[in-house]
């Protein structure tokens, strides 16, 4: 701890470090150095004297954001209460007649089988049933040994660049 | 309780030593995607299901997974058996070796040791289940990475096989979801 | 998938069987009431019942704590290769 010290800007002229008084002489105008092994342990304690705060940097000029393209407006008026049924097959849930699907929740259609392999395909293939014998590549676009890009059309870049 | 059977799930062999290839492979025996950490998961999370058939499926995927298990050990223990030490070593097993000569044990690729870290219980039925759905989703995806590292036709097999269990498990998982919303939703109104 | 031996196709058409019925079990998890899944359920199991009894009279004990039969004078669960070494 002894070593320790804060650096502050700008730096005082006898700095040792070139490239301190570089970002020094570029920054705003700053409180000068405390050097914490020089107050410690004497003055440590006590509340070093409260400066005014630095000027505000000033706030730069306003580009215009790009404006998003417009989703049009869904009309007006109460939603629906519940989606409307699906036809049979696939999203109907043995006990519920209509199941009603919410927001933020997570469903899987509903697996009704037809025809199933032989018990030797069965094993040889991981599953007894067609639809869900999924292969590699058959999952999804990012299974194979190339790195996977996909790219959502019509985006642009966003965050802090 | 479990009874054991002599037996394995889906035959297993393998075309010769591969000391490289059971490294990676040995993540699916005891890394955070892994055949363990499934099982381990799913058993546990039993207690705290509200549905008999949430019960019924985390037990009887769960008591799979220990099959799986056993495949993925198998694997291990065909493609190292008496390897050198030196094969051991050019294959970056030196450490293994210097702490477990030849044994198995539960680490990932790189060697970090299993941890309860990698798996929650919740208790919240619905947040469990999704856990779950993803479990099988990142296993689905390891075994994609290890099917384009094998150079073992015989070993990309066995993979395959285990592969196309967690896309059965996540339907199943997922059906069991859907239920457990609507039996929550029913409960909560009627 | 070869298979050298009678005693490994014997295995092979149970490990089929078997992967059938846990493939039913967990689809009758999610799915109690499909008759018709329940009726292959059952149709399965008393298969894999006759071809476990095949095994184990041939070849030796497939199961233990007490679910298979000890045949001959001496104890044969430890006798048969583990399925890691087969």
Same mark, same amino acid.
């Given at each position: 701890?002894?070593?320790?010290?804060?650096?502050?800007?700008?730096?005082?002229?006898?700095?040792?470090?070139?490239?301190?008084?570089?970002?020094?002489?570029?920054?705003?105008? #700053?409180?000068?150095?405390?050097?914490?092994?020089?107050?410690?342990?004497?003055?440590?304690?006590?509340?070093?004297?409260?400066?005014?705060?630095?000027? #505000?940097?000033?706030?730069?000029?306003?580009?215009?954001?790009?404006?998003?393209?417009?989703?049009?407006?869904?009309?007006?008026?109460?939603?629906?209460?519940?989606?409307?049924?699906?036809?049979?097959?696939?999203?109907?849930?043995?006990?519920?007649?209509?199941?009603?699907?919410?927001?933020?929740?997570?469903?899987?259609?509903? #697996?009704?089988?037809?025809?199933?392999?032989?018990?030797?395909?069965?094993?040889?293939?991981?599953?007894?049933?067609?639809?869900?014998?999924?292969? #590699?590549?058959?999952?999804?676009?990012?299974?194979?040994?190339?790195?996977?890009?996909?790219?959502?059309?019509?985006?642009?870049?966003?965050?802090?660049? | 309780?479990?009874?054991?059977?002599? !037996?394995?799930?889906?035959?297993?062999?393998?075309?010769? !030593?591969?000391?490289?290839?059971?490294?990676?492979?040995?993540?699916?025996?005891?890394?955070?995607?892994?055949?363990?950490?499934?099982? &381990?998961?799913?058993?546990?999370?039993?207690?705290?299901?509200?549905?008999?058939?949430?019960?019924?499926? &985390?037990?009887?995927?769960?008591?799979?997974?220990?099959?799986?298990?056993?495949?993925?050990?198998?694997?291990?223990?065909?493609?190292?058996?008496?390897?050198?030490?030196?094969?051991?070593?050019?294959?970056?097993?030196?450490?293994?070796?210097?702490?477990?000569? %030849?044994?198995?044990?539960?680490?990932?690729?790189?060697?970090?040791?299993?941890?309860?870290?990698?798996?929650?219980? !919740?208790?919240?039925?619905?947040?469990?289940?999704?856990?779950?759905?993803?479990?099988?989703?990142?296993?689905?995806?390891?075994?994609?990475? &290890?099917?384009?590292?094998?150079?073992?036709?015989?070993?990309?097999?066995?993979? %395959?096989?285990?592969?196309?269990?967690?896309?059965?498990?996540?339907?199943?998982?997922?059906?069991?979801?859907?239920?457990?919303?609507?039996?929550?939703?029913?409960?909560?109104?009627? | 998938?070869?298979?050298?031996?009678?005693? *490994?196709?014997?295995?092979?058409?149970?490990?089929?069987?078997?992967?059938?019925?846990? @493939?039913?079990?967990?689809?009758?998890?999610?799915?109690?009431?499909? *008759?018709?899944?329940?009726?292959?359920?059952?149709?399965?199991?008393?298969?894999?019942? @006759?071809?476990?009894?095949?095994? @184990?009279?041939?070849?030796?004990?497939?199961?233990?704590?007490?679910?298979?039969?000890?045949?001959?004078?001496?104890?044969?669960?430890?006798?048969?290769?583990?399925?890691?070494?087969?």
């Amino acid at each position: 701890m002894k070593n320790f010290t804060f650096k502050v800007f700008p730096a005082q002229s006898g700095s040792e470090n070139k490239q301190d008084e570089e970002v020094a002489k570029n920054s705003i105008e #700053q409180p000068s150095v405390a050097k914490m092994d020089a107050l410690w342990p004497e003055t440590a304690k006590k509340c070093p004297p409260c400066v005014p705060l630095p000027p #505000q940097m000033p706030c730069p000029p306003m580009e215009p954001m790009p404006t998003p393209p417009q989703m049009p407006c869904p009309p007006m008026g109460p939603m629906p209460p519940q989606m409307p049924c699906p036809p049979m097959g696939g999203l109907m849930a043995p006990p519920f007649t209509c199941p009603y699907f919410r927001l933020a929740h997570s469903y899987v259609p509903w #697996q009704n089988y037809d025809v199933v392999y032989n018990p030797a395909e069965a094993l040889c293939k991981g599953t007894l049933f067609p639809e869900l014998h999924m292969p #590699q590549g058959k999952y999804g676009p990012c299974e194979g040994p190339q790195p996977c890009r996909i790219h959502f059309g019509g985006g642009v870049p966003y965050g802090c660049e | 309780m479990w009874i054991y059977e002599k !037996k394995l799930q889906y035959p297993v062999n393998v075309s010769g !030593k591969n000391v490289q290839l059971a490294k990676w492979i040995i993540t699916q025996y005891g890394g955070p995607d892994g055949e363990l950490a499934a099982s &381990l998961r799913y058993l546990n999370q039993r207690y705290a299901m509200p549905t008999e058939r949430a019960k019924a499926v &985390l037990n009887d995927i769960g008591t799979e997974e220990l099959a799986h298990l056993e495949i993925v050990g198998t694997l291990v223990y065909k493609l190292t058996k008496d390897a050198s030490v030196a094969e051991l070593k050019a294959a970056g097993l030196g450490g293994h070796y210097a702490d477990h000569d %030849r044994a198995l044990f539960y680490v990932d690729a790189v060697g970090n040791p299993w941890t309860a870290a990698y798996i929650q219980a !919740k208790g919240d039925p619905i947040a469990d289940l999704t856990e779950n759905m993803a479990a099988e989703q990142k296993a689905r995806a390891t075994y994609n990475w &290890l099917i384009n590292l094998s150079d073992d036709p015989q070993v990309t097999d066995v993979l %395959r096989f285990l592969r196309e269990r967690e896309v059965v498990h996540f339907q199943r998982f997922g059906e069991t979801l859907n239920y457990m919303q609507e039996y929550l939703n029913e409960k909560k109104y009627y | 998938m070869a298979v050298n031996n009678p005693c *490994q196709a014997l295995l092979r058409k149970i490990q089929q069987v078997e992967f059938v019925t846990l @493939e039913l079990n967990l689809y009758l998890n999610t799915h109690p009431e499909d *008759q018709k899944a329940l009726e292959q359920y059952n149709c399965m199991h008393r298969e894999l019942c @006759e071809l476990k009894k095949q095994y @184990e009279q041939q070849y030796g004990p497939l199961l233990n704590y007490g679910w298979g039969m000890n045949t001959g004078n001496s104890w044969r669960w430890a006798e048969q290769p583990w399925p890691w070494e087969m």
